[in-house]
């Protein structure tokens, strides 16, 4: 099946054309530069972006995978969850794109796409999903951190998720107390890397709880109290250093640990990462290595796919068609509240 995927849930452009389980091609036009002068996205601006960018990276995903619109079977888009204004444009795009195309559209909740992000390799997930059911998936962004139970493709479901900030927000809010640049994560793992993980002690909320849900909105408070009692700490670029590599640590610690639990208390035979937070290489390295201390494998979706991408929306779109999934006639509305069941 070829397929076009839109995805426009927050600050991130992106089109992708995906034929038969592989990804021909996967634009994504950041707004980060745009909004890292407020410290975060602006609504407003992440919509009006979208709306400038958008026929543009269509028209270069469909030029780069070799393809006319006419040659579509389908358009999917991101649904939901997300900020409104910014999902009507991508999914209201879509819906009119395969009205005039005389194709199905199907709408894909965000969360769910970044899950099978991590199965977007040479070959379908459909081709070697079956080989390591049932699956942990970690789900970690700038907005969730979810844990899920997958049963096989297409059938999972929710063990736990954030009972507040998320683990990305909490990378930012930190950051953002550091006075480091907007987004935060990919800056303080930087920094971290020419720090000592061991040289400040934050909490580690919820990680020895039985019930698979995080909260880590704990942690940045104890980074704000540190910093008040502390405070000559931000003048000196070592503590700097130090700290972001300690609230990191704490960060990945709780992440791995929790996530390897429920992975040998379901007897999964592999873990998967995605989203934006797993880019980070030290949750990479330590999950890698709980999985291989219990004999998992241990799947982490590629770089260019943990943050926002259509290529995850379209390789998603294709596995719901093939398993029947029935698409919607270009009429449904978006979802910004979506939450995966
Ligand atoms: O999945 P994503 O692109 O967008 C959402 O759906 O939220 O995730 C963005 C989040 C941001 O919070 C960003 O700081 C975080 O992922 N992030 C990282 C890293 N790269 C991105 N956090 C820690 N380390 C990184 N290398
Ligand atoms: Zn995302």
């Not at 059938?155 to 954030?162: A, D, E, F």
């Not at 996530?259 to 937070?277: E, F, L, P």
Request: net charge negative; proline share 5%; glycine share 8%.
């Amino acid at each position: 099946m070829l397929l076009l995927a839109l995805e426009t849930s927050c600050d991130e452009t992106s089109a992708a054309v995906v034929r038969d389980g592989r990804v021909l091609s996967n634009v994504v036009a950041s707004q980060i530069r745009l909004h890292a002068e407020y410290g975060g996205v602006v609504p407003e601006l992440a919509t009006r972006e979208h709306l400038r960018n958008l026929p543009s990276v269509v028209a270069t995903a469909l030029r780069t995978a070799g393809v006319t619109s006419g040659q579509l079977e389908g358009v999917a888009a991101t649904r939901g969850p997300g900020l409104p204004n910014a999902l009507m444009i991508g999914f209201k795009a879509a819906q009119a794109m395969a009205f005039a195309l005389g194709k199905p559209c199907l709408g894909i909740n965000h969360h769910e796409a970044h899950l099978y992000s991590a199965w977007i390799a040479g070959d379908p997930p459909r081709a070697c999903f079956h080989e390591f059911e049932p699956s942990i998936a970690l789900v970690v962004s700038g907005g969730h951190t979810l844990l899920v139970q997958v049963e096989s493709l297409l059938h999972h479901h929710l063990l736990g998720s954030t009972l507040d900030d998320a683990a990305g927000e909490c990378f930012d809010k930190v950051a953002k107390l550091l006075g480091l640049a907007y987004p935060g994560g990919p800056e303080m793992e930087r920094l971290a890397s020419q720090g000592d993980p061991g040289a400040f002690s934050f909490p580690r909320p919820l990680m020895r709880e039985a019930h698979d849900d995080f909260s880590f909105s704990g942690l940045k408070t104890a980074v704000r109290y540190f910093l008040r009692d502390h405070p000559g700490m931000l003048a000196d670029p070592q503590a700097i250093r130090d700290l972001c590599a300690s609230v990191q640590a704490a960060i990945v610690d709780v992440l791995t640990t929790k996530t390897i639990k429920a992975a040998v208390r379901i007897g999964a035979r592999v873990v998967t990462a995605s989203g934006g937070v797993a880019c980070n290489l030290s949750l990479r390295q330590k999950l890698a290595e709980g999985c291989q201390r219990h004999g998992i494998r241990c799947r982490l979706s590629e770089k260019a796919f943990c943050t926002d991408n259509a290529a995850m929306i379209g390789i998603l779109a294709e596995e719901k068609w093939r398993g029947k999934v029935a698409a919607s006639q270009w009429d449904e509305e978006i979802n910004p509240n979506w939450e995966i069941a």
